[in-house]
Every structure is written in structure tokens, then in C-alpha cells.
């Protein structure tokens, strides 16, 4: 069974912190990796994909790698914000056996930043 | 765009009642996913259409849960009977791919079943 893990569950920092949520995933048939965002009440928002030929992602102060070897992935946010309080869920695309593609989720991490 | 609409956001029933739950997918996509949340397993994909047509349903949990799509801009994930393990928050997304990339999650429907 295809198993993705994220540690800590829960994450509480002062503003302006620097912060690394980690992501580890047992199926070496997982070829990207996603990050997504959810917020309390709200559908997910993706911030991030990592492609299977590349090691790691940029947008503003997010920065996301892959180590596919190891089964790794981090997620870096930069001088965090209390906005940017929410819960970070990473997922890995794979193909099934019957040859369709599906996420696998891990349960997330919840991030508070305490002004 | 409104983005990916379902509803109810919130629905409440008793044990043994018909559930049904709606999705509108965000209009051009060609890929819709129905997947549900809960504090133990966290968010497990259900089924997926591509075309309107069902690709992948293994992960539909028992013969209670269906899902219908009946033409690009409307699904219906419907349970019946329900129980209270069904209690979740159920999400649907859409792509305008034929994979799991770039998928746009809706608001999700918080069922609570008494």
C-alpha cells in the first residue's frame, strides 16, 4: 500500500521564523510531488509541484525539494507570516495498476505562526 | 470562473437515509475527482472521471456509495443507506487534464450522519 507521512502534525512558531515541513513517501512509483494548502473550512490549494525530472520548486517564500532516492520531500517557508497559518498537505502522484493516476495524501501538517 | 461548486456545504442526516451530494466542475475541465476526509485515513480519492466516463472507482468503499456523472458539468456522489462511519467531509476537484496533476478542489460537503 502506498504510504505517505508527514511529521510533525501539528507546528507552532513565532512570526518571521524560518520553518521546514518534512514529507516522506514508501512507494518508489510515485513520480511528482505536490504541496497543497488547506485552510479550516476551505477545499485545498495547490502551492507547488515538483516534477519527477526536477529536485525542488520556488513560488515567493516557498520553497519545495524532492529526493526521490531517499523518498523525501520538504516544504521551506521563508519568514513566516501569521497568514500563513493553515494546513499543508503533500501528495504524490502515481499510476495504478489498471494505468490511471491518483494522489495519495498524506494527513497533513498544521502550521499556526503566533504573531 | 466560481471555481469548483458543491453543495450542500453542510448536510446532516440520520442512519439508513439517502445522501446525495453534488459537484459542478470548473467549466472546460475534463477530469473530476470525488474524494473524502476524516481525522483517521485524511483525504482518500473515491472515483475519478475523465470524459464523464468512470476510470477509477476502486476506491469507492462498499456498494452503498455511487457516482454518476451525466454530462461535463454536473456529478452526483450519492449514498445510500448512510451510516455514521460515512460522517466525513467530501471534497470534489476538477482538472483540465486527463491526470492527477492541476487538480482545483471545491469547498467540500461536511456530512454528519446521526
Known amino acids: 500500500k502506498q504510504e505517505v507521512t508527514q511529521i510533525p502534525a501539528a507546528l507552532s512558531v513565532p512570526e518571521g521564523e524560518n520553518l521546514v515541513l518534512n514529507c516522506s513517501f514508501t512507494?518508489?512509483?510515485?513520480?511528482?510531488l505536490q504541496w497543497f494548502r488547506q485552510d479550516p473550512g476551505k477545499g485545498l490549494t495547490s502551492l507547488l509541484l515538483?516534477?519527477?525530472?526536477?529536485r525542488e520548486q520556488t513560488s515567493g517564500r516557498l520553497n519545495a525539494s524532492l529526493d526521490k532516492s531517499s523518498g523525501r520531500s520538504t516544504l521551506y517557508i521563508a519568514a513566516s507570516q501569521p497568514g500563513d497559518s493553515a494546513t499543508y498537505l503533500c501528495?504524490?502522484?502515481?499510476?495504478?495498476?489498471?494505468?490511471?493516476?491518483?494522489?495519495?495524501f498524506g494527513k497533513g501538517t498544521k502550521l499556526t505562526v503566533n504573531p | 470562473d466560481a471555481g469548483v461548486i458543491q453543495s450542500p456545504r453542510h448536510e446532516v442526516t440520520e442512519m439508513g437515509q439517502e445522501v446525495t451530494l453534488r459537484c459542478k466542475p470548473i467549466?472546460?475541465?475534463?477530469?473530476l475527482f470525488w474524494y473524502r476526509q476524516t481525522m483517521m485515513r485524511g483525504l482518500e480519492l473515491l472515483i475519478y472521471?475523465?470524459?464523464?466516463?468512470?476510470?477509477?472507482d476502486s476506491g469507492m468503499p462498499e456498494d452503498r456509495f455511487s457516482a454518476k456523472m451525466p454530462n461535463a458539468s454536473f456529478s452526483t456522489l450519492k449514498i445510500q443507506p448512510s451510516e455514521p462511519r460515512d460522517s466525513a467531509v467530501y471534497f470534489c476537484?476538477?482538472?483540465?487534464?486527463?491526470?492527477?496533476?492541476?487538480?482545483?478542489f471545491g469547498p467540500g460537503t461536511r456530512l454528519t450522519v446521526l
Open positions: 476537484a476538477s482538472s483540465p487534464l486527463r491526470g492527477a496533476d492541476t487538480q482545483y
Open positions: 467549466s472546460g475541465h475534463n477530469s
Open positions: 501528495a504524490g502522484n502515481l499510476i495504478t495498476q489498471g494505468g490511471s493516476e491518483k494522489l495519495v
Open positions: 472521471f475523465n470524459n464523464n466516463v468512470p476510470i477509477d
Open positions: 512507494d518508489s512509483a510515485i513520480y511528482n
Open positions: 515538483i516534477q519527477s525530472s526536477q
